[in-house]
């Protein structure tokens, strides 16, 4: 991605998500299990001090000095290990935590169901959801702005979603159910 900024095809989601994958791949096939509370809070505060510095398309702060590496290639490695970091912590504490019935539980289980109808409307809507609450808060880095960004994008692609659920051709085409 770094070298050849080849965007056909969507091959740059592919080579970005393909390590995401890979993880996945080793972490079921070895059948990682952590269970170790002290460990789930470790890998948790990492992850939320990384986030705290993240951003999609900058170099973050918290690495900026750092010129001996290219921008795009420092860019790129903190998003991974941010990403990579937080995975661990939310299938860990998912494996802990999270195995029983409840209704947070029942609810996660739904958005996970709707995730790729999420993932694709958030697509179509989520400049235009963050360019308003980027006007509102004048920043695109705030708390708030970051809570009501989320919050907003995913009662609209909840919505959303359940309207285009009950529209048969559409469904199969941005959903690909029958």
Same mark, same amino acid.
């Not at 948790?44 to 795009?72: C, M, N, Q, Y």
């Given at each position: ?75 790129? %490695? ?56 980027? %006007? ?43």
């Amino acid at each position: 991605m770094v070298v050849t900024e080849f965007r056909l095809f969507g091959f740059q989601f592919f080579s970005f998500y393909f390590g995401f994958y890979a993880v996945g791949y080793w972490w079921r096939k070895f059948e990682f299990k952590v269970s170790n509370v002290v460990l789930i809070v470790f890998w948790g505060g990492i992850w939320l001090f990384l986030a705290l510095f993240w951003r999609k398309h900058e170099v973050p702060t918290i690495v900026s000095d750092i010129t001996f590496i290219p921008a795009s290639l420092l860019t790129y %490695s903190y998003r991974y290990i941010t990403a990579i970091i937080g995975s661990l912590f939310f299938i860990s504490f998912a494996m802990k935590f999270m195995n029983k019935e409840n209704l947070v539980n029942n609810y996660l289980c739904y958005l996970g169901r709707i995730s790729l109808g999420i993932y694709i409307i958030h697509l179509f809507i989520g400049r235009y959801v963050s360019n308003i609450f980027e %006007s509102v808060f004048n920043s695109d880095v705030s708390i708030l702005f970051v809570m009501c960004d989320f919050t907003t994008k995913l009662i609209l692609s909840i919505i959303l979603i359940n309207i285009i659920q009950r529209i048969p051709i559409v469904r199969l085409l941005l959903l690909g159910k029958k």
